[in-house]
Nanobody
């Protein structure tokens, strides 16, 4: 079965960096759209970035709030998704989740409806 396990969260000061990882197993990784989402307390879950499977061209998209600061990438040999987060701000504080979706259309709206999610990793940015 599909399993997604996030890691790499932690506490950093404003302006710092973190790299999140999401180890995937149980499916053909290269055929799935992968996405990072985040949810702060009392707020809805928001899409952060998505990356299409390499078999679908690997197209990448970002939420406006993280463009130029965050970079999504994947290592198909390791079945692992990454999110490099630079210039972190207190408003980036949230639980971060990865998700996988087998549909061809790869964007946050589609992936948000996926049934495959990791357990989340907490990111806390202090000012």
């Amino acid at each position: 079965q599909v399993q997604l396990v996030e890691s790499g969260g932690g506490s950093v000061q404003s302006g710092g960096s973190l790299r999140l990882s999401c180890a995937a197993s149980g499916y053909t990784y290269s055929r799935y759209c992968m996405g990072w989402f985040r949810q702060a307390p009392g707020r809805e879950r928001d899409g952060v970035a998505t990356i299409a499977g390499i078999d679908s061209g690997g197209r990448i998209s970002y939420a406006d709030s993280v463009k130029s600061r965050f970079t999504i990438s994947q290592d198909n040999a390791k079945n692992t998704l990454y999110l490099q987060m630079n210039s972190l701000k207190p408003e980036d504080t949230a639980m971060y989740y990865c998700a996988a979706d087998p549909r061809f259309t790869c964007n946050s709206v589609v992936v948000a409806r996926s049934k495959y999610w990791g357990q989340g990793t907490q990111v806390t940015v202090s000012s």
